[in-house]
């Protein structure tokens, strides 16, 4: 299919996207790497992770990838600490296209955002991201949803925003990428604390409190890395924020409850702020910032077991009184 829009990743959120641009007009080829995954969906035309919802005819299902060969852009969603694997196995399908990265957090094997990953690995390729407050499962159902997309290379974005839009995606375009990228990473680092403050029982009040503070270190961050500040108060920031850290629909923010409560979290699900609370830190580590990010370092210490919930509320209550 000439033009068709590639998505690689069946995943809830892949699918999510196939069944939306579909009904918007598109032509879509979604890739799944496992066979009997795509045999199941070319069957049935269900997918299972979207409770049943069903691809629209015009979806093509495949897990050969020379299939998107004539796609010019193509939608990654496979998680964060899967893309560098995903990239270096098919690099060489991937060459001149529009890449648009769909995951959110920091790679901790490189540090690195999802499209410095995708550069790396397809030097003639576009990097893109988009990201923004969307749950899998709303977009499924058709409702009406607003995104960033960013990338450097404005005929490229206007291209691929036009693309993509339509009545159920509103894309906005932005050419901040590391503060597109730092926002979606970050929001899902934070909503593990909100959940772990909710699951303790420490109340809304503390949640806002929670998601203000998390979101001046956000801020703070990214800015640092070159992030322009109003990037981070739109979609990719404070409204992704607001939507992770306040419904449990959002892995990360049960995630943290779970662990608030005492239970074990759910280790079949994609809770990408695990990782990348480690990444982030280490990278802040690095520049010699880890004391401007206490909550991120927080939930890395809280989520590999350093440090219990009492002791991290303790020590986030206690530090040396400053201004707002
Ligand atoms: N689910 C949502 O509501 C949502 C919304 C916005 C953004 N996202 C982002 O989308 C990304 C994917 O999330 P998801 O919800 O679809 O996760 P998911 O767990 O539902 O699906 C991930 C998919 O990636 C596939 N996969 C994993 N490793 C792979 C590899 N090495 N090669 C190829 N395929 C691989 C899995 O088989 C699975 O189909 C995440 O970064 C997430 O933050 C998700
Ligand atoms: O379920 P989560 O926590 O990965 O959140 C999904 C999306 O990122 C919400 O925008």
């Known amino acids: 299919m000439n033009g068709a829009v590639g998505i690689v990743g069946a995943g809830a959120f892949g ?18 790497r496992d066979a009997a995954v795509v045999d199941h969906m ?9 409770s049943g919802a069903v691809l629209p005819e015009n ?27 995903f990239l270096s196995l098919h690099a060489g399908n991937l060459k001149d296209r529009h890449l648009v990265a769909c995951c959110k957090g920091m790679d901790l094997a490189t540090q690195r955002g999802p499209t410095g990953l ?42 691929v925003q036009q693309d993509l839009s339509g009545p159920i995606l509103r894309i906005y375009r932005n050419s901040d990428v590391i503060g597109a990228e730092l ?4 929001k899902n680092v934070i909503a593990i604390a909100a959940g772990i403050v909710m699951g303790a029982g ?28 109003e990037t981070l108060m739109g979609l990719s920031g404070f409204g992704d924020l607001v939507l992770t850290c306040t ?23 994609t809770v990408e702020g695990v990782a990348t609370a480690q990444a982030i830190l280490a990278q802040a580590a690095h520049l010699g910032v880890a004391d401007q990010i206490p909550v991120t370092a ?12 009492p002791d991290a509320i303790h020590a986030l209550m206690s530090r040396p009184l400053k201004e707002e």
Do not use: Y
Request: hydrophobic share 45%.
């Open 15 to 32: 699918a999510a996207l196939a069944i939306a641009l579909a009904r918007q007009g598109r032509d879509v080829w979604l890739w799944a």
């Open 42 to 50: 070319r069957t049935t035309r269900e997918i299972r992770r979207l």
């Open 59 to 85: 979806v093509s299902v495949t897990a050969d990838m020379s299939d998107l060969g004539l796609c010019p852009a193509i939608l990654l969603s496979v998680p964060m600490q899967a893309l560098g694997g």
């Open 118 to 159: 995708i550069a790396s690995a397809c030097p003639k390729a576009t990097p893109m991201i988009l990201t923004g407050p969307s749950f899998a499962a709303d977009i499924a159902q058709g409702q009406a949803t607003a995104l960033t997309l960013a990338c450097t290379d404005e005929a490229a974005l206007k291209h």
């Open 183 to 186: 926002g979606g990473a970050l």
């Open 202 to 229: 420490l109340g809304e009040s503390a949640r806002a409190a929670l998601m203000t503070r998390g979101f001046a270190e956000m801020v703070r961050f990214a800015t640092q890395l070159g992030a322009r500040p």
């Open 247 to 269: 419904s449990d629909q959002s892995r990360n923010f049960r995630h943290g409850l779970a662990l608030g409560r005492g239970d074990s979290p759910d280790a079949s699900l």
């Open 298 to 309: 927080m939930v890395a210490r809280v989520t590999t077991g350093k440090t219990t919930i």
